[in-house]
């Protein structure tokens, strides 16, 4: 039995409700806010000259030393959360400032259209197998 | 509360252990107890592609030998420049401890065979120790090496290469000499001509795998009578060579003869060394190989190989007809 995997999610799509609620992601954005009397959290990411942000519920991953406006890395599951919305529950929360984000993306959709590649030539290899 | 007694591989899954009630309560142990406890081996590794279980066997090497004391020990009596190497020793150790101490969050690197145990495979890990990347440098350019890895290596299908030329023609060289040899012993062959073997080399020049891409244009080659009698050259060659046949006579008809079956050849070596080791002059060494070589050239054939000489010396010292009394000098037995 192990947890389901963590797969790289940007943050403008997890507030577009792009994931589904149970699954797990990773995410990253600077520390904007933090309160721990609610253990709560919010990550801030730039897209598209807009400004996204995700909220993290941090009570798995406490105590942690806040910087705020440090970059961070989000690792948990989704939750649709009352009053919040969209919310990832971090199982790890790891602090990786000085982080290329720019490289990181490039990094990410590189590994998915990587793997958009072989499930398509999988899904080719496989269709005279079904009648469409 | 049982100690070592249960094997870490058995151990229920990570992700249950919650369900037990005294993993989250404070158990009243013995210290005892607690310091024999084992250490659960399994890492859950997870990639972004998926999870998979790891074993990680902690070395007990690594464990802590005395206390903190021990570890927290300056080498201040360690001249300068010089190695200390119980000092670096233990530098060593606390420095592999503390890369497979191992928390949640953390980057890791695992090597190891995968295993199926319990209906799930698992990686053994041989070898595992934590990464540091507080940049995720070593993150990212994974996930940029790793989609070329594929393309470029894991998703190519494995292809037997076909045998390059080099390699295919020193194997059925060999294999024709071979095949030759096994038709002179099975048949008591003395003589023969070229034409007598031919045949034998057949089944080769038919099996050759084609050494032509089939991308490539086709070039006119040799024909397949031309390979064997080409093959069929080589081989005599190397069997005159080697001394295994020779020609006694060098004429238009070629005839070939197997020094092993030339009872003439024999007899002539033989009595050559009976006849010159009674004179005075071989008495006491015997007889040396390029003597006797020049004897058997004068008497028999001139076309006598060192080579073939050496295999007629040979098989009549292991029938004691002679004897070796050093190297390379021969007397009767």
Redesign the interface.
């Known amino acids: ?8 999610h940007f943050p403008w799509e997890i507030n577009s409700g792009a994931v589904q609620e149970g699954e797990s992601v ?1 995410t990253f954005g600077r520390l904007a806010c933090y309160d721990p009397e609610v253990s709560e959290a919010t990550l801030s990411a730039q897209h598209a000259s807009k400004e996204h942000h995700v909220v993290i519920h941090t009570m798995f ?1 406490e105590p942690f030393n806040p910087i705020i406006g440090a970059q961070y ?1 989000v ?1 948990g599951e989704i939750e649709n959360a009352k009053g919040v919305g969209v919310m990832v529950r971090a ?4 602090c ?5 984000t720019a ?2 993306q ?3 959709n ?2 998915r259209s ?2 958009r590649e ?1 499930d398509h030539k999988q899904s080719d290899a496989a269709q005279p197998a079904h009648a469409t | 509360m049982q100690s070592a007694t249960m094997d870490p591989a058995e151990e229920p ?1 990570s ?2 252990w919650g369900l037990d009630p005294i993993f989250s309560a404070f158990a009243r142990l013995y210290v005892r107890d607690i310091l024999q406890m084992t250490e659960s081996t399994q890492v ?1 590794v ?8 790891c074993l990680c066997w902690k070395n007990d090497l690594f464990k802590e030998e005395g206390g903190p004391t021990k570890s927290g020990e300056k080498h201040s009596d360690v001249a300068h420049g010089s190695f200390n190497l119980v000092a670096e020793l233990e530098k060593l150790r606390q420095a592999q401890q503390r890369r497979c101490r191992l928390e ?2 953390e980057l890791l690197r695992v090597r190891g065979p995968v295993k199926t145990s319990r209906q ?1 495979r698992e990686i053994m890990a041989s070898t595992y120790y934590r990464v540091n990347d ?4 070593v ?2 350019a994974w ?2 090496d ?2 070329q890895l ?2 470029q290596c894991y ?1 190519k299908p494995f292809q037997l290469q076909p045998d390059a030329t080099g390699d295919s023609a020193i194997s059925s060289l060999s294999k024709a000499t071979n095949l030759i040899k096994d038709f002179f012993k099975e048949k008591s062959v003395t003589r023969f001509r070229p034409y007598d073997v031919q045949d034998l080399l057949q089944p080769l020049i038919s099996s050759q795998p084609q050494t032509t891409p089939a991308d490539q244009k086709p070039v006119a080659g040799p024909s397949a009578c031309q390979q064997l009698r080409q093959l069929l050259k080589e081989v005599l060659q190397i069997l005159q060579d080697e001394g295994t046949v020779y020609r006694r006579v060098k004429s238009q008809d070629e005839v070939y003869h197997v020094t092993a079956h030339d009872k003439d050849l024999l007899i002539a070596v033989k009595d050559i060394i009976h006849e010159d080791s009674k004179r005075d002059k071989y008495a006491e060494k015997g007889c040396h190989i390029l003597h006797i070589l020049s004897a058997v050239r004068q008497r028999h054939s001139l076309n006598v190989s060192k080579t073939a000489l050496e295999l007629v010396l040979k098989s009549l010292e292991c029938n004691s007809d002679i004897v070796s009394t050093s190297d390379n000098h021969y007397t009767v037995f």
């Open positions: 039995m192990l947890p389901a995997a963590a797969v790289f990773r991953v890395i690792l199982r790890v929360l790891n990786v400032d000085g982080v290329n490289l990181l490039k990094a990410i590189e590994q990587f793997f072989r | 899954p992700m249950l859950p997870d990639d972004g592609t998926g999870v998979i279980n949640i969050g799930q507080p940049v995720m440098s993150q990212i996930m940029m790793v989609p594929y393309r998703d």
